[in-house]
Each structure stands twice: as structure tokens, then as C-alpha cells.
């Protein structure tokens, strides 16, 4: 085992910590990027990993960004700061530095019409001065890499500020769900928060980039009203009237769009609720074969999602239609006020004019994009900071910090009252008088529902207090009533971030017996558990649980019924080695009074709740003195038998290297999706020929002395109308591909998730699942179409300007030639370090998800041991590793945008040198003029085209990580209609197991190894053997929920494995190990189908002794039932999935760990109703519990996946080697044990 754990932390081994090298760049290095060149060249040499990624600077770490947040919130001094004051407070400066790179990217490109317009009349001849066309070559080159090297870093500061307050807010929102109220928990669910974390953070910081777009655009446009005055005088007016009437046409629009955007994201919020919740408890839903109705719920809500989606697209390719035609508007209307004032149109003011407004084009064009990104920052903001002002918890007012030994008890209550509501009128617990001195052992006992584990809640200052008075001292050790395991290692999971110590770490795993399970596992402590502990039995789970509170070295231990999933020597083992601290017990009635005596008089004392209203203190008549048993078993630490045995939790898949064009023939493959991209990219392809006849016409006419101005400007709006059509289909066929491609994709891709074996949730984190169906799907949604048509738009728009600057001046060309070489070479390296970035970025940011997803479902048991910092620690560290790809990937963006613009400036300065030394009159003055303006927006159609192509690269990693979970391997066909069971099947009952032998996976061990036995029909079968033996598994492969190795089950005559698994699933019932419930009301948890009256329901929550607490309630079976079931016992829900049974009356009925978490009295009710409502159905159960089993025709005994034996228990009862009597034997001697004497 020392060889498995020095090989698994060799690989885990971090490489050597790098700072960026932006941190010691120098302004040279930073302006140019030359700092990126050396991780660039290593992404050319190899593919680039995770370890290669350099850290940020500290300045930009998510911890530094949250402590200036803090700082400036605690500035303001008020009761509710100002989240977004804080958030300007702590950026002011970069916001100001880059606005003045903005600023000078307004003044640079409004240079580039003056001086096409000064080159027109050198032209002309009528230049100044001798080289006065040489200096304005020279000119256009220099404003263009001002230009460039300006924008370079307006975008790139922007970027960086944004990440920065991503950062900080993501910890904001991690911190704040940690100590996050009981009653805003029921407004804010798991799947919300998640969608604040993966999508609203991401959107705000997104919008720092898009924020000088809009003050800069309305510059630009009153800089361009001014040199356009100076052009055609005051049929600028014309110009103006239409530039504010396209603005006044989207103010109600956006205010649509605001609508549309805030009624979306409600939509993406319900359907990931139900996705998670739905993931969570897949297994559950297939147990009930409620996945096909369960998926159908989603399916609905994705419809109202896609309603107010196809709103969202139709408005997006509205402002794109709106603002890619302004340009011809305004042009169209300022050339036939010209013609009315009587100003003479010619070469030097119509071509400043277009060059004028080619250049705002595009600032025009994103527009809409702005208004976009503003609306949904608008509202993700609005939601964070209604989130981040949500009431927390105050335990802080119940957990006092001092020295323990300075007071005489450790808990003390006085006439209190406590209520999950915090305005509630009636409280949950009333009157509560409890103390507890150091040294007792205190059991809590009392009926389901009573109260129990809402006392333990109460003390750990979940619970908000309403009246009276609560003290605990001392460091606190929690165990929860269902097991909270994270992924990781199972030595992970005990220090859970205290430090190693052997000797201690030892005696904790033999204190709680998990030296033989450790010895069993293929990587010994190193074995990585699955999320939620699935690798692991029910058992396993809680003393993993155990062992972790007695690492921690606390002064009171809370322990919520934590011996229910083990047997009676396991149970009585562990709790004989834990009375050595100070313990608070908890757990039903029958647990430490009945069923386990014992450890009720082994405590000083115990409480009873009766019906929530007070304590009832009674003494134990006696005490018993415990001697440590002496532990003569050493943890041996032995190699490997299989040393190819693989981790359960896999490192998540990204593809590698340059993936082509595949993930974009994965979309355009998705319902019509190559028709709709080809006749859009057709249409912008015409609008790209009318641009270029509407300005070729302008340029051989304008000065042509038989063509007069009122037939110039008719034929040149007749053009310019004729393209805005072009225009209208684009936009219309962008919309329809983005619609039918996302409804393709997520039928496909929920299809995958519902007929996924368990084996994928088993290895799969939820959080890496949930980061597929909220970023990635969000950003396929909205983004992925209109990146994909503007990508292939600007393309074509930059292709034209080639292509009319090499009709003018062919010259040019051999200068463009090795320009575009270079330009080539320049986007090849780029792509080698690019891609892969992106995929690091996409993976770690579902770590993010992942964690936060873990944290939420264990928030009470982080608080309990007072973690909170070291996971906002861990927090950090993620949203670190994130941050660091997606830093480095929008800065080699920038890296070739900057080296592409410089091309395109040589390009145009070459051009125009061209012209300068050509003989005069080569040219007219209007293909000059037409050939410049094309000139002057290479530059941006290139760089837009750059940008675009970046962009969909980004969101097609969202496509290619879709992709990968559209494809997982499927389980069994759910029907197959020639194998369909008959309507009454199975009759009988009778169930034949071969030589069954199962695994969990093909690398794994045998789970079962060879069981071979017969249920007879009607018989009640139980099935016993230690914690982990395979008990569980067996009902799993009755299921189908693991298919075997080889043998097979029959059930009434029929192979089970040759039928569907919705007919084989919905023709069994099966009490689960977990209890589960979902969010909705008492009556669809119980009959989800509608198929039952309400007086069936009533009858059957009767006889599960839940209508007084229904009753209490006040709304009857609408009674709500919130996320998770929390706001019902474990044991009343564990009576709800009685009641399913009940109401479904299946002939083959399983009980997996059924009765755990139920009083004595409520267990003897249920067995005799079980005995009574199924006595002629087989039942099959499984049980810790020997009094559950003894009534049983047979028992079935389980020893490491082996059948021991099988046999009527008063059989097994007589033989000496029986495990079955073993088992018995040892229950009743720990009772005995505990007799007074």
C-alpha cells in the first residue's frame, strides 16, 4: 500500500509555481505582448496542460480583488453598502486608464477620413507641397498603429478588469451560500445559485469590456458628424435625423429586450433546478422509473425557455438588421438631401463621407451587442446583489468562543424557542430547557418528526432562535444523519484540512473500523470516492463520517443517528470507541431505547422530545464502565494486487490539439443546420456585392458629366435598398439556425443524461455536469449562432476590401502577397496555444461548479467544524486556476489582433504609396477615393473578422464539450417491444438468480462472485451480512442499475435482461436506501402520475402515521415539500417512500435499509402493515437490523460478494457456522451487554 501511495501523489506532484511573465513586463513587452511569446512557444512545442499555466499576479488573484471589496464596502459605513459603489471604488483606475486608450482610439481612427480626404485632392493635383502624398502614405500608416496599439490595450485592460471583478463576485456568492439562511434558501435553490456562479459573475464581467463601447461609439458618431459637415454641409442634418431616429426605433426595443432577457433567465433558472434536482437523484429516478416523466418535466420547461429564447434572438437579429443597415440609411438620405440643398457632390467629399461611415460601421454594429450585454448585466447584477442582501444565518449568537474550562457546561438552554421560519408564529421547538456539563454523554430521543435533529440544528446555530436562551462552548465535531462525503481521497475526507498526524490518523480508522475496508480498496486511504461517496456502501459512508468528527479533536460531538447504516457489532464497536469524548447522541427512539438499548445506557443521561414542545430529562438507573478492548489488528500496508485498477473519479475529458472543423460540423449538423448557414453567409455575400456596386457606381459617376446628381443618388439608394434585403434573410436565417440547433442539441443531450448507466454518475461530478447545462448551453443558445454568421460576415467583408484595393492599384499585391503569408503564419502559431487554452479554461471552470456544488449540499456540516475559510480557500485557489487561461487566452487574442493590424496598415500604406507614384490621372479621383475608404476599414474588417473568429472558437468549445456528454455509452433500451412483459407480470413473484457476478466496472473487482439461489414467490427473503458485502449490489442488479458480468435473473420466467428496463423498473417496488424527496407538493411526491384519488393518498398516509403532521402543516396534500425534502425528518421521508409503495401495490417489493431512520413503535406499525398489505408479494429486504429480518421465510447471508448461505433462519439458527446465527449472536450480545448488573 506505501508503493500505491508514493505512485498516486508522484503523479499528483505540482510543478514548479510560475508567476506570468505580464507581471516584469516592461512597457515595451506590454504594449507589443512580447511577454506572451514564451508561453507561446511552448504551446508551438506541445500541447499545452494545466501545469503549464502561469499564476497571476497577486494584484489579480481572486483573494487580493475580495479584500479590496471588503475594504471598500466597510468604508461606507452602512447598514446595506452599495455593492456596485464598492465594486467602481476598487477599479476606478483601470476603468480610467483604460478609457484614455479608448479615448485615443477615437481620435486615432477619426484621422484616417481627413487625411483620405487630403490624399483625394493630392490626386487631384492639388497637393500643397512636393511629397505631400509620400507624408500622407506615411500618415495613415502611424494614426493606424496608434490605432491599433490603443484599442490592443483598451480591450485588453478592460478584459482584465472585468476578470477581476468575475473573480471577486464568484467568491462573494461562494462565501455568502455558506452562510446563507434557512428562509433564503427557499428563495435562492442550489441551481440558482449555481446560474449566479456560472453565468450572471461571467456576464458581469464581461460587461467591463463592453462599457467604453458605448460612451466611445457616441463620440466616434459626433466626431464623424463633424468631419462629415465639413464634407456635404448641412445635409449632415439628414445624417442626424437618421442616426436619432434608429436610436429612438430601440429604446423601446431595449426595453423589450430587458423584459425578454429577465423572463429568459427565470426559465434557465426553473429548468436547471429541475436538471439538478433530476441528476441528483437519478438513481432514485430509475429505481421508480420515473425518468421518463421527470425528463418530460424538463423537456416542458425548456419549451417556456425557448419561447422566451426565440424573443431574445428575433430582438438580437433585429438590431443587427437595424444597425448593419444604418450605414446605407444614412448615406442613401444624406445623398438625396444633397441633391434637394443644392450641395454639388464629388469625389473628395462623397468618398470622406463613406470612408467617414464605413469606419463607424462598425462601432454601429456592435451596438446592438452593447445594448445586449448592458441589458443582461442589468439583470445578473440585480439578481447577485438580491442575493448577496439575502438574510445569513447567526450562529455566531449560539457558538460562544471561550475557554471551555472557565464554565460548567458546554450546551445550556433556558426556555427556548426555535423555528425554521423565522417569522413563523408557530415554533418548531417550544419550551426547551437543556444543559449539558462536560463529560455527559446525553442521548436525544423521540418519535419521527418530534424534533431530534432540528435540536442538534438549533445548538449548531442553524436554527433561528425566537425566544429564550442558548450558549454552546467549545470546538464542535458533526455527523449528519445522511452521510456528506466530498470528492477526493478518503484520507481527504478524515483530515477534512486539519494536518497529518499518523499515530492519531491511525488510531481514528481503527476506532471506527475502516482498516479492513482500506485494506480492500485497490489505492488503500488514496482510493478517490465518487461524489456523494457512490463508491461506497451506506455503511462505509458513515463511518468515514464518524472518523472525520473524531479527527478534529472537538469538545462537544453532535452525532445525528449515525449507527442506523451499520450492524449491531460494527455500530456497537465504533460506539463503545467514541465514548471517550463528549458526545451529544441523537437518533430515534428505537435506535438507543429498543432496538439499541445499549447505547442509551451507556449515556449519563436522555432526552426526549415529545411532539416539539419540551425536554423530558430521565437518568440511566445505572452506569457501566467500558474497557477499551485491546486492538491487536495493524493497518497493513501491502501492494497492490492489480496495479492497472483506475480511480473512480476521471479527469474531465478535453479534446486535444487542433480539432478542424469537426465541433463545427457537430452544430451545423444539427436540424438544417448547413441549409440556414449556407443561405445566410449567401445572403450577406450579395450585401457584400451591393456594397460594392452601390460605391462603384458612386466612384465611376460622380464626375461623369452625363450623369446627373438626381439619377446618381436614386440608382445609389436603389442599390443600397436591394442589400438591406439581403440583410433582412441573413439576419432571419441566423435566428433559425441558432433556434433549431438549440433544440436539437438539448433534446439530444438530456436524451444522453437520462439513459446514461449509474456508472457515468458515479464518476461524473455533478458541478462538471451542471457547467454543461448552464454556461456552455447558455452560451450555444445565444452566442454560437450570431459568432458564427458575424465570423464568416466580417470574413467577406474583409475579403472585398482586398479585393477592390487589388482592382485599383494591382500593385498593391505585391505587397498584400507575403502580408497575408505572414498573416497566416501569425494565426498558426496563435492556434497552437489558443485552442488549448480555451479547452484548459472550460474544464476548470467546471472544478468551480463542481466545488460549489459540494459545498452546497455539505454547507451545514463545513459550518458545523467551522471550515468556512479553508473552503473559501479552496474557493480562491479555483477561481484562480480558472482565471489564469482565460487571462492568457483573451491576451494572445490581442497578441495577433495587434500583429494583424499592423499588416493591414502596411497594406494600406502601400496602397497608397502606390497611387502616390503612379503617374497622375492612372487612377480617377473616385476609384482612388473608393479604394482608401475600403483602405481605411481593412484594418477593422480584418480585426473584426480576428475577433469574430475568436469569439466563435470560444463558444464552439461550449459545442465540443456538449458534444462529448451527447455520446455517453447507453444503458439498456428503456422498451423493446418484442420482449414486453404481459400487464400482469409478474404474477408470481418468483424470482431465479444463476451465477450472478457483477462489477461496477470492466477494470474493477467482482462486486458478487457467483450467486446462485431461488426466491419463491410470496416468501419474505432477507438479506444480511456485514457493512459493504455486496447486500445493496444485489438489489442493484434487480434493478438493472449494474448490469452483470455474466449469469442472469429471472423474474417469473423471464430473463430480466431481455426485457426493457421501464418495463422491468415500473413493474418492482423498492423502499431506497435514501430517502428521497422532490421539490412540488405531498401529493406529487406520493403520486406523481395523478393516477390516484385523494382518498387513496389520505388512506395510505394514514397507515404511514404522517396525517397529523400533513394536518399540522395546514394545506393538505398541496403541502409543500421544498428542495431536497429538507423541510421534512429523514424518518417522514423515509414514511413518504413507504407511502409510494403502498399506492403502487407491486408483487415484488424491495426494502434497502427501509426502516433506518424510524422510532421502534413507528417500525413495528410498518412491519406489521408491510406483513399485512403484502402477504401474499414476494418482499425482499435488507437490513443491519436483525429483529427486521427474523420474520423472514428465508435468509440470505452475504460475505464479500460471496453467498454464505441461504436457508429458513430457525435452519441457520442450529448450525455452528452459520453467519446468520453469528450476526444474531452478536446483536444480542451487545443488549446484553448492557443489562444491569
Known sequence: ???????????????????????????????????????????????????????????????????????????????????????????????????????????????????????????????????????????????????????????????????????????????????????????????????????????????????????????????????????????????????????LCNIPLAKLQHKFQSKLMVAQDERLKAISEALVNMKVLKLYAWDTHFKNVIENLRKVECKWLTSVQLEKGYHSLLFWSTPVWVSSTTFVTCYFLRVPLHANNVFTFVATFRLVQDPIAVIPDAIGVFIQAKVSFARIVRFLEAPELQSANTRKNCDTESVNHSIFIKSAEFSWGENS?????????????????????????????????????????TQGTIEVYGKISYVSQTAWIQTGTIQENILFGSAMDSEKYRETLERCSLVKDLELLPFGDLTEIGERGVNLSGGQKQRLQLARALYQNADIFLLDDPFSALDAQTAMSVFNLLLDGEILLEGPYHRLVASSKEFLDFVNAHKETAGSERLAVGCSSHRCEISSRDITKTYVEKQSKDDNCDQLIKQEERERGDTGLKPYRQYLNLNKGFLFFSVAALFHLLFAIGQILQNSWMAAKVDHPHVNQLRLVLVYMLIGLVSILFLLGRSLCTVAL?????????????????????????????????????????????????????????????????????????????????????????????????????????????????????????AMTVRAFEKEEGFFAKNFDLIDTNASPYFHSFSVDEWLIQRTEMVSAAVLASASLCMVLLPPRTFSSGFIGMALSYGLSLSNNLVRTIQKQCSIANNIISVERLNQYMHIPSEAPTIIQESRPSPDWPAVGKVEIEDLQVRYRSTAPLVLCGISCTFEGGHKIGIVGRTGSGKSTLIGALFRLVEPASGKITVDGIDISKIGLHDLRSRLGIIPQDPTLFNGTVRYNLDPFSQHSDQEIWEVIGKCQLQESLLEKGK???????????????????????????????RLLMLDEATASIDNATDMILQKIIRTEFADHTVIIVAHRIPTVMDCTMILAISDGKLVEYDAPTKLMKREDSLFRQLVKEYWSSCQSTEPH
Open 738 to 858: 441558432g433556434l433549431k440547433a438549440s433544440e436539437t442539441l438539448f433534446s439530444q443531450l438530456l436524451d444522453s443524461f437520462f439513459h446514461a448507466p449509474m456508472s457515468f454518475y458515479d464518476s461524473t461530478p455533478l458541478g462538471r455536469i451542471l457547467s454543461r447545462v448552464s454556461s456552455d448551453l447558455s452560451d450555444t443558445d445565444l452566442d454560437v449562432p450570431f459568432s458564427l454568421i458575424f465570423s464568416v460576415s466580417s470574413s467577406i467583408n474583409t475579403c472585398s476590401a482586398l479585393v477592390v484595393l487589388a482592382v485599383v492599384t494591382w500593385q498593391v499585391l505585391f505587397v498584400s502577397i507575403p502580408m497575408i503569408y505572414l498573416t497566416i503564419r501569425f494565426q498558426r502559431y496563435y492556434h497552437a496555444s489558443a485552442k488549448q487554452l480555451k479547452r484548459i479554461n472550460g474544464t476548470t471552470k467546471s472544478l468551480i461548479a463542481s466545488h460549489l456544488a459540494e459545498s452546497m449540499a455539505g
Open 1116 to 1146: 393538505g396534500l398541496e403541502s409543500l415539500v421544498v428542495e431536497h425534502g429538507s423541510n421534512w425528518s429523514v424518518g417522514q421521508r423515509q414514511l413518504f417512500c413507504l407511502g409510494r409503495v403502498l399506492l403502487r401495490r407491486r
Open 1 to 247: 500500500m506505501e508503493s500505491r501511495r508514493k505512485r498516486n501523489m508522484k503523479v499528483e506532484t505540482p510543478s514548479v509555481d510560475r508567476v506570468t511573465p505580464f507581471s516584469k513586463a516592461g512597457f515595451l513587452s506590454r504594449m507589443s505582448f512580447w511577454w506572451l511569446n514564451p508561453l507561446m512557444k511552448t504551446g508551438r512545442a506541445k500541447t499545452l496542460e494545466d501545469e503549464d499555466m502561469p499564476k497571476l499576479r497577486e494584484a489579480d488573484g481572486a483573494e487580493e480583488c475580495y479584500r479590496l471589496f471588503l475594504e471598500q464596502l466597510n468604508k461606507q459605513k452602512r447598514a446595506k453598502p452599495s455593492i456596485l459603489k464598492a465594486l467602481i471604488s476598487c477599479h476606478w483606475k483601470e476603468i480610467f486608464l483604460s478609457g484614455c486608450f479608448a479615448l485615443l482610439k477615437v481620435l486615432a481612427i477619426s484621422a484616417g477620413p481627413l487625411l483620405l480626404n487630403a490624399f483625394i485632392l493630392v490626386a487631384e493635383g492639388k497637393k500643397s507641397f512636393k511629397y505631400e502624398g509620400h507624408l500622407l502614405a506615411i500618415s495613415f500608416f502611424l494614426s493606424k498603429s496608434i490605432e491599433s496599439i490603443s484599442q490592443r490595450q483598451w480591450y485588453f485592460r478592460s478584459k482584465l478588469t472585468g476578470l477581476k471583478v468575475r473573480s471577486l463576485l464568484i467568491a462573494a456568492i461562494y462565501k455568502k451560500q455558506l452562510r446563507l439562511s434557512n428562509s433564503a434558501r427557499l428563495v435562492h435553490s442550489s441551481g440558482e445559485i449555481m446560474n449566479y456562479v456560472t453565468l450572471d459573475a461571467y456576464r458581469i464581467g464581461e460587461f467591463l469590456f463592453w462599457f467604453h463601447q458605448i460612451w466611445t461609439t457616441s463620440l466616434q458618431l459626433c466626431l464623424t458628424l463633424v468631419i462629415v459637415f465639413r464634407a456635404v454641409k448641412l445635409a449632415t442634418t439628414a445624417a442626424l435625423v437618421v442616426i436619432i431616429l434608429t436610436v
Open 425 to 465: 408564529s408557530k415554533p418548531t421547538l417550544r419550551n426547551i430547557n437543556l444543559e449539558v456539563r462536560a463529560g455527559e454523554k446525553v442521548a436525544i430521543c423521540g418519535e419521527v418528526g418530534s424534533g431530534k435533529s432540528t435540536l442538534l440544528e438549533a445548538i449548531l446555530g442553524e436554527v433561528p432562535k
